[in-house]
């Protein structure tokens, strides 16, 4: 008789052990207290292998229908609260399989045949991080088309654009709004080929050598959706390539939206007062009562500092391990789920927060006179006209200073203060003048020109279905 496992051993290594587990052992090892989350993944990744295992006349079809009716069974016992999940049993993949022995006897025994819980653990990250990714990626689809949705509204409404947070130079609202789209799309992009390295079968790798089993890996890739099989077992293990570059990913999304969480802190101080944000979406204070503070853009702002943290603390984890598995790779998996909760989190409460924000347009409006944010149009106006633009540059700033020194914008000079800077001013030089017209003015392809900001809005409703 092989080894025979005794029934009340909570161990999957028993044989060799003479001692039971030290109990501080036990609380420091497990990772059941994290790692449950991934049951269902668990579950759809064993039903996969015994299906090829059945397949490939390993396991007789009525064993596979035991265990798969078995796994089935757990599923929904830990979906209805009823499981008990104990330190003893380490991880998810152990708790599931003890439960299945216990339910359906020794066939359960012959589930963790040709795998081991190295390429076990792989693939049931793989296989969440793949839902993960695509769960985010509708969450910025609905961020994007808050944003576009705000573009049809706001198509009139003009800003000034900042540098170095000093006035530059007037663009559309809807500009700002499709520059996010564009931040965001980028990271889809990346999203998209990241989930390309995500999307490969790791199991059959089994302990790091592959097995003497005669598996079809290619079977269970197809029952997993996976789209191609890992080709070198002892690289299967110690791969964490794909957290990483989902946690940088993730990374990028935080630090976009940290960007328009800041800029909205920003304009929605008394200073600025561009906008008003939703008082649903804001915070008051307990000790001054007129308080209304954009907590959520804050947390939003916060909370990029753990996405980025959690990138850090994979690239530490992974540095300088060896090839196949450690057990420090245990540690990958706080990291990239946390990553993803938070980013889903920012991703559900930045959506009502763009469409219900309000442009204040009499008062951004009645500042477009400030900042001389037409500058730069009147030095393009001249370049027009064949002056050489470090002289035009030279010309405009001697107007900045006289419109400066007689408190006015440069659209009040007078034709003939103009033609004391330069002579060949006539009245043509209105024309460009003023926040509108310095928009007007625009022409080249991305800039703020009406048109082509309304081409890319259209563009924008196309690829999202709008
Ligand atoms: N809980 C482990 C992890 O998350 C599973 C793999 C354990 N493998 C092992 N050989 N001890 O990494």
Redesign the pocket.
Known sequence: MPNQITENQTKAWGGVFTENTDARVEEFTE?ISF?RRLYEVDIRGSVAHARMLCDVGILLPDEFRAIEGGLLEIKREIEAGQFSFRVQF????MHIEHALIEKIGDVGRKLHTAR???D??VTDLRLWIRDEIDAVDSGLAELQRAFVGRCDSDVDVILPAYTHTRRAQPVLASHVWLAYCEKFERDRERLRDCRRRVNILGLGAA?LAGTSIPIDRNKTAKYLGFDSVAANSLDVSSDRDFVLEAAFCLMEIAIHASTFAEEWILWSTTEFNFIKLPQTFCTGSSIMPQKVNPDVLELIRGKTARVVGNLQTLIVLTKGLPLA?N?D??E??QPIFDSFDTIKSILAVSVPLVSGMELNVEAIGGQLGDGYLDATTLMEFLILQGIPQRTAHGIVGKLVRLAIESAVPLDKLSLQQFQTVYAGFDKNVYSCLGAKSAVASMKSYGSTAPDQVKTQIKNWKEKLQI
């Open positions: 990772s790692d380490e991880d998810i993949h081991s819980r190295n076990q653990v302990a598995y057990r790779l245990q990958d998996k």
